[in-house]
């Protein structure tokens, strides 16, 4: 049986809110190995509020600094899905995409918002 099919990321994103340390630490630490897993970037970006909680941890300065490099890293992870790219811009957080773009990946365009 894959990860994927016995673990609700809906409910590991939601335990990366509690306030209580360790749990907070252990649903960042399933999530990154989550995400190191192409199959996986896009069903992590789909679960709504996602990829924003994974923005205010990383840049939440009352957040541990593991919390914070931890959220960091999943981030880098899902920026790989020209989805998530998108979704990520839409919540504030422009790296990803200015990255992307000024890298030549141009391919990431067609997925943005027509003004």
């Known amino acids: 049986m894959v990860i994927s099919e016995m673990v609700d990321i809906s409910t590991v ?3 990366m809110s509690i306030g209580h340390r360790p749990i907070r630490h252990a649903a960042l630490l399933l999530l990154l190995e989550i995400s190191r897993s192409q199959s ?19 840049y939440n300065l009352s957040v541990d600094a593991f919390s914070s490099e931890t959220a960091d ?11 998530n790219i998108k979704m990520m811009a839409e919540n504030g957080f422009l790296e990803p995409l200015l990255k992307h ?3 030549g990946n141009f391919q990431y365009s067609h997925t943005l918002p027509k003004a």
Not at 40 to 58: A, D, F, H, N, T
Not at 73 to 82: A, F, G, V
Request: hydrophobic content about 45%; cysteine-free.
């Open 13 to 15: 994103i939601k335990m």
């Open 40 to 58: 996986l970037w896009e069903k992590i970006g789909s679960v709504p509020g996602g990829i924003l909680m994974l923005i205010r941890i990383k």
């Open 73 to 83: 890293e999943i981030l880098r992870n899902l920026e790989r899905s020209p989805e």
């Open 101 to 103: 773009l000024t890298e």
